[in-house]
């Protein structure tokens, strides 16, 4: 599994730092846990990567799926969209959109990420018993 950082909608720089900062949260909570059975990737090259190298990446890595998003600034508070797709045929396997939600993400007690990282496990697990 790769986590890419998630791209900002636009040129603000603060939203970069979010996207990059939440991707790196998402990939630490994903690799602390055994049950996803997966290796996470370091993935900021990917990131920069033309569509076309992203599929050869990822089969050559063996990389299964690919966790990605994009930061939204919508009003005060930005929102964050983020899926997760197989490589296997580049079907979207899960997504979700948190209006408003995207530096409770970062939250110190970590309820919202928590929620994101078991919706992705969750997911996984699903997907694989098909």
Sequence with gaps: MAVLPFTPCGSDPQLALLGTEIADRVRERLAAD?????????SD???????????????????GYLVSGKCHATGAEPS?????????????????FYRFG????????????????????????????R
Excluded: N
């Design 34 to 42: 055994p049950a996803t059975q997966a290796i996470l990737i370091s």
């Design 45 to 63: 090259f990917l990131a920069k990567a033309p569509p076309h190298a992203l599929e050869l990446i990822c089969r050559e890595l063996r990389v």
């Design 80 to 96: 964050l969209y983020v899926e997760l797709t197989t490589t296997h045929d580049w079907h979207i396997r899960w997504a979700e």
């Design 102 to 129: 995207a530096r409770r993400l970062l939250a110190d007690e970590g309820e919202s990420m928590g929620r994101l990282v078991a919706d992705l496990r969750t997911s996984l697990a699903e997907h694989r018993l």
